[in-house]
């Protein structure tokens, strides 16, 4: 089974920067779209981004762009979010997710999904 496991959340204030990685077990990276969803209690899942396999292409919701950037490192099997600007509402619990195609994962059909870690904005 692929394994996604996630690193790098944690508290930090508004206007903080953070960086959450995605690293992927063996070389399940490779050739597959990775994407970002977030979830806050009593809300419903967000999709945050998606990167093409190569890099090459990104994807971000409305509610981060410009303040997110997506970007990958084959070589090492990980996936990285560099988050700037964070807001409260920014404040989720984000998931790593790995799919055929960045259009897959903007539709919400990944193929799967990391444990996902907790990234708190306070104010």
């Known amino acids: 089974q692929v394994q996604l496991v996630e690193s790098g959340g944690g508290l930090v204030q508004a206007g903080d920067s953070l960086r959450v990685s995605c690293e992927a077990s063996g070389s399940a990276l490779s050739g597959y779209a990775m994407g970002w969803f977030r979830q806050a209690p009593g809300k419903e899942r967000e999709f945050v981004g998606a990167?093409?396999?190569?890099?090459?292409?990104?994807y971000y919701a409305d509610s981060v762009k410009g303040r997110f950037t997506m970007s990958r490192d084959n070589a090492k099997n990980t996936v990285y979010l560099q988050m700037n600007s964070l807001k409260p509402e920014d404040t989720a619990v984000y998931h790593c997710?790995?799919?055929?195609?960045?259009?897959?994962?903007?539709?919400?059909?990944?193929?799967?999904w990391g444990q996902g870690i907790l990234v708190a904005v306070s104010s």
């Open positions: 997710a790995q799919g055929l195609s960045t259009s897959r994962l903007a539709a919400g059909s990944p193929d799967y």
């Open positions: 990167i093409s396999w190569d890099g090459s292409y990104t």
